[in-house]
């Protein structure tokens, strides 16, 4: 009923920039949480960053001051703006949308497909 469509993983460099973007689409009655998760190899799926309906927006340790995640709500879209780039940020990225459709009668949890990025030191 929901699709994620994410885009903009990449290689760069140590200190490098990517935006990442999570494009909702379906029946979408109102998205109340968009977060970004990421997974490393031989690690757990850690959350990144996650941002409410309202704005509200809360960051992991290790990305605060270095990401910024935002929502263009007529869009259904998600950004992950991702600055000074470190090997350690190096994963695979997902979006986690949690979406109230106009079908279901509880908001229902969709991932993307995963987005992977890569920093070379």
């Known amino acids: 009923q929901v699709q994620l469509v994410e885009s903009g993983g990449g290689l760069v460099h140590t200190g490098g920039s990517l935006r990442l973007s999570c494009a909702a689409s379906g029946s979408i009655f109102s998205i109340y949480v968009s977060s970004w998760y990421r997974q490393a190899p031989g690690k757990q799926r850690e959350l990144v960053a996650s941002i409410t309906s309202g704005g509200i927006s809360n960051y992991a340790d290790s990305v605060k001051g270095r990401c910024t995640i935002s929502r263009d709500n007529a869009k259904n879209t998600v950004y992950l703006e991702m600055n000074s780039l470190k090997p350690e940020d190096a994963a695979v990225y997902y979006c986690?949308?949690?979406?109230?459709?106009?079908?279901?009668?509880?908001?229902?949890?969709?991932w993307g497909q995963g987005t992977q990025v890569t920093v070379s030191s």
């Open positions: 986690n949308l949690v979406v109230q459709t106009r079908t279901l009668t509880r908001p229902s949890e969709y």
